[in-house]
């Protein structure tokens, strides 16, 4: 029987090379906005910064009253402590182009944005001279003509309105920037980062803010989030972002004039977080047990957004008695808004069947 030829024997394994990490690939490099410098106001635009901020603040305490008298029925989420926010940003924006859209806390937003306080109070108490006919209350507030677009309770829903806002100013190309308004809890929701991508994708006019008062509904921040600078949170759809001190209301215009400039630029989308801190509890039915009365008294003494400009007036001139005299005036604002309601009848059965559908049929 033939031999099989005998094989070669086998050559030794090559030594492996030590595994060497590679670098990530380089990302094309990324225009930044500037870091904001605070808004330089005039006196006359302090005191109206004042005034705006403390229509808001008188407005939600009547609110707050008119709630235990059970004037205001369901859910009431009052905005005290974070007026330099709306006030600070939408004295920023155009009016006649400009639309927001915000969560269920948006009686501020509305106030901001120079709608009547006797038609918002109307629809808190579900009155027909209601700027929604007493249908929308504390939570659903909106309108068209204002291009306000809630108030809305589905927390974090109102981003992806917001970015349908967006693309419709940019389809109908009228030059309209939306300001979309959530919270540090809604930060964590999944349709939140769909609306990042398109928002992205598409470079939307849209400014993303997060207006961080710590606590969502009732857990804090640091509890909450794995990332809690959450002015970081677009980084990964290459939204820039800024935070922003949310008390001062002249660091928050001097943010809403940079990303005003970026976005108007054609750009794309900007994320603004706004660090504030609501007074109240989540809303009204929250006993708020989860932080201690001294926190709030000690953010109240060092931060408070309208004693913060109350100060600044001072040094500009401005005496005691003519502020006195403005809260007087404000606070009768709020009188009256408050005895409209009251004395505004309540809509007919029938009104339930209108507003079902834009058009008719």
Request: with cysteine.
């Amino acid at each position: 029987m033939a031999k099989s030829p005998s094989r070669p024997a086998a050559k030794p394994a090559p030594a492996k090379k030590a595994a060497t990490k590679s670098a990530p690939p380089a990302l094309p490099n990324r225009e930044r906005p500037d870091q904001p410098e605070p808004f330089d106001a005039s006196k006359d635009e302090l005191l109206q910064f004042y005034r705006d901020m403390l229509l808001i603040r008188r407005f939600e305490e009547k609110a707050g009253q008119l709630y235990g008298l059970g004037l205001i029925g369901g859910f009431c989420h009052l905005y005290i402590g974070q007026e330099a926010v709306a006030i600070g940003l939408q004295s920023a924006l155009d009016g006649d182009k400009d639309s927001v859209i915000t969560g269920y806390r948006d009686h501020g937003h509305m106030l901001a944005y120079g709608i009547d306080p006797k038609l918002i109070m109307a629809e808190l108490t579900g009155r027909q001279a209601g700027i929604s006919k007493g249908k929308g209350g504390s939570m659903h507030m909106f309108s068209v003509e204002h291009k306000f677009y809630g108030g809305h309770g589905i927390v974090g829903a109102q981003v992806s309105l917001g970015t349908g806002l967006g693309f419709a100013h940019k389809y109908r190309k009228d030059g309209g920037v939306c300001m979309a308004y959530f919270g540090d809890g809604a930060a964590n929701q999944g349709q939140v980062y769909e609306s990042f991508n398109m928002a992205e994708l598409w470079k939307l006019p849209i400014i993303f803010v997060i207006e961080n008062n710590q606590y969502a509904m009732g857990t804090s921040v640091n509890r909450s989030s794995a990332e809690d600078q959450l002015y970081r949170r677009g980084e990964s759809f290459r939204i820039p972002g800024l935070q922003v001190d949310g008390m001062d209301v002249l660091a928050v215009r001097g943010a809403a004039e940079e990303a005003l400039k970026w976005v108007r630029a054609g750009k794309g989308p900007i994320l603004l977080e706004l660090k504030t801190y609501r007074y109240r509890g989540h809303s009204m039915s929250d006993p708020a047990k989860y932080r201690s009365r001294d926190e709030v008294q000690a953010v109240r003494d060092k931060s408070d957004p309208i004693e913060h400009v109350k100060k600044l007036l001072e040094k500009q001139g401005v005496k005691e008695e003519a502020m006195k005299d403005i809260d007087k005036e404000i606070r009768k604002i709020v009188s009256d808004a408050a005895d409209f309601a009251e004395n505004s009848p309540e809509p007919e059965a029938a009104e339930l069947y209108t507003d079902v559908l834009v058009e008719t049929y």
